[in-house]
């Protein structure tokens, strides 16, 4: 399973915006299938937006269209996640993942993940 280390967490206000960053463990992302998930407390992981690095097709979760942006860069390996108008709602840990051979709505809905990494916490105050 593929490891990524994720950043860019922290505490902000209802309204405010952060934007998350998502590097892979040991290996290049060219090709692969990426995404962004979060597990509220008491609540499963659900899948966010996820992007092909092989054709640039994305995939948003409909609560996510309008907030939510992914986007890459590709010389940096990195994959970031540009939140605004988060509500208490948002509060979660935040994570990456990816497979090398799906396409963004199926990752982003399946997940066949066994594991996650430690992901960043996002906290958004009322």
């Known amino acids: 399973q593929l490891a990524f280390d994720e950043s860019g967490g922290g505490l902000v206000p209802a309204g405010g915006s952060l934007t998350l960053s998502c590097v892979p463990r040991g290996f290049n992302m060219e090709d692969h299938v990426v995404g962004w998930f979060r597990q509220a407390p008491e609540k499963e992981h659900e899948g966010l937006s996820c992007l092909s690095l092989h054709d640039g097709t994305t995939y948003y979760r409909e609560f996510a269209k309008g907030r939510f942006t992914i986007s890459r860069d590709i010389d940096k390996n990195t994959i970031y996640l540009h939140m605004n108008n988060l509500q208490p709602e948002d509060t979660a840990l935040y994570y990456c993942?990816?497979?090398?051979?799906?396409?963004?709505?199926?990752?982003?809905?399946?997940?066949?993940?066994?594991?996650w990494g430690q992901g960043t916490q996002v906290t958004v105050s009322s």
């Open positions: 993942g990816g497979d090398p051979s799906t396409t963004p709505q199926d990752l982003c809905l399946l997940w066949p993940f066994d594991s």
